[in-house]
């Protein structure tokens, strides 16, 4: 879309480079708090309308600091993903972009926070939890063939794990208003890691806003006549190349030009040395020093 090229050319000299690397810094530092001092985000950091209007604005910042699980076992894990996802999406969009795309949706967590508080007078507390599992929306939705071992042990593709997600989303928004609870229904999805509270609704309601408006966006940028002209140029250009060289392999795959006729190759900038990799492993590949 216009209006998010024309923002990226008047601020995205102010975009965070590597910003992933920071959020990741955080994590870890609010899992310190939580084993530290358990609470003491609860209680100081999190984010809180009432507490924001008593002046404690600090809030507004501080709950990014929420780390993706408590647990010893997997904070590791978590963290390594988050930052994989985050720096394939940087590199696949760009530093203001993945910059808008975070924050766009923090910002969208404290006004919603703010103004249920001030129409209804319910004070919901939110973390990140959402807000990073919609970084996984992202992910899935660019690089929907990208493979993942389920339990370290089933491949299994992206954008399934992506249509998982989004059931869970769902699943979430309308439990949060329509499930009493305490109910059986209740502790039936909390045995599913399904908490139907309020908060939860409103973070994951406005975590799958922030992908939809963002994502609706991106696309109309991308079939915008220019756009899809500039395409269509690009990958007959492509196309010839291939046909001429006729010597194309992925050094991940190992495939070859022969192997579909639709498969495209790139050269990786960041890889010491001249390795080639096809469209399904060009952002996904680890990088050769």
């Keep these: 879309m216009r209006w998010l090229d024309k923002m990226e050319r008047r601020f995205g000299r102010y975009a965070v ?46 709950f990014i600091i929420q780390p993706p699980t408590g647990s010893f076992l997997f904070i590791f894990f978590s963290l390594y993903l988050y930052y994989m996802i985050g720096r394939m999406l940087e590199y696949q969009w760009g530093a203001f972009k993945f910059n808008l795309y975070f924050f766009s949706g923090l910002l969208l967590h404290v006004l919603a926070c703010l103004a249920i508080y001030l129409v209804t007078g319910l004070n919901l507390s939110y973390g990140t939890m959402y807000l990073n599992m919609s970084l996984f929306f992202a992910f899935a939705a660019l690089f929907p063939d990208v493979e993942f071992l389920l339990f370290f042990i089933l491949p299994i593709k992206c954008k ?34 399904i908490l139907a509270m309020p908060a939860n609704s409103v973070a994951a309601l406005v975590s799958f806003l922030n992908f939809i408006i963002f994502f609706l966006a991106m696309r109309s940028r991308q079939f915008s006549p220019r756009e899809v002209k500039r395409r269509r140029t690009y990958q007959k250009k492509v196309r010839v190349a291939v046909q001429r060289s006729g010597q194309h392999r992925c050094a991940v795959c190992g495939r070859t030009e022969k192997d579909g006729e639709d498969l495209e190759f790139r050269f990786c900038s960041k890889c010491a040395g001249n390795y080639e990799y096809c469209q399904d492993h060009l952002y996904s590949h680890e990088h050769r020093k």
């Design 17 to 62: 480079p590597n910003l992933i690397n920071y959020i990741i810094i955080l994590y870890a530092l609010g899992f310190v708090v939580e084993v530290v001092s358990p609470g003491l985000y609860s209680r100081f950091l999190a984010l809180d309308a009432a507490a924001i209007l008593r002046g404690e604005v600090w809030r507004i910042v501080t």
């Design 160 to 193: 399934y794990l992506g249509y998982a997600n989004g059931l869970y989303f769902i699943i979430t928004i309308v439990a949060g208003f329509v499930v009493p609870m305490g109910s059986s229904v209740w502790f039936s999805l909390v045995r599913f890691g």
